[in-house]
């Protein structure tokens, strides 16, 4: 995620199959709160398209814009302000990759939680009408500036929430703005991991699970 030039790096998502990996536009697995009839909430998990299109968006493309929202001032930016306010998701992955300048190019990063298990990302969601009639729900991860372990590689990483957090995030505690911006902060490093993966995880065409294996960094 977040990759310097592209913008568009991938990450490995919870539910395999069908892909070892994600990019924008693809569909990735978010768990979201939705009210229903009389105010009756529920949690639902379901396969939205990476890349907010916000819902008076003219054209779908602009959600290759929005893969990602920056957490300063989210409250404020009109593709956000309003999935912040009450349509804020979580998106679960194994881990995520950034890429590091070398001397001969880049150099591809795996991060992950220490115990390797599970990570949440802090997401944005939202519905769009087309202009032909179709619905589509879309979504966008948040971003904040990285901790110690992500700045030696890039100056952006993923909000990560922890389990005590997803409540607030997803609206079934009551939280204001000052307490939700609270939320998004670097995860700490000490509980992070990363390794060199090979350059294969930069071409769309690969998607296989020996892509977050380690490598030799070049």
Known sequence: MCAPVRQSASITVAARPPSSQARASYQCLVCRRLEGAGRLCHLEARQLRWGLIPYWSKDIKVGFANINAKAEGIENKPAFRKA??????????DNFYEWRKTATGKQPYALALADRGIMALAGLWENWHSPAGEWVSSFAIVTTVPNQLCAEIHN????????????????????????????????PADDMICWPVSAR???VRNNDSSLIEPVAAA
């Open 156 to 187: 952006r990483m993923p909000v990560i929430l922890k389990p005590d957090a997803w409540p607030a995030w997803l609206g079934e505690e009551p939280a204001d703005e000052p307490q939700l911006k609270a939320l998004l902060a670097p995860y």
């Open 201 to 203: 995880v930069g071409n």
């Open 84 to 93: 912040f306010e009450r349509r804020r998701c979580l998106v679960p992955v």
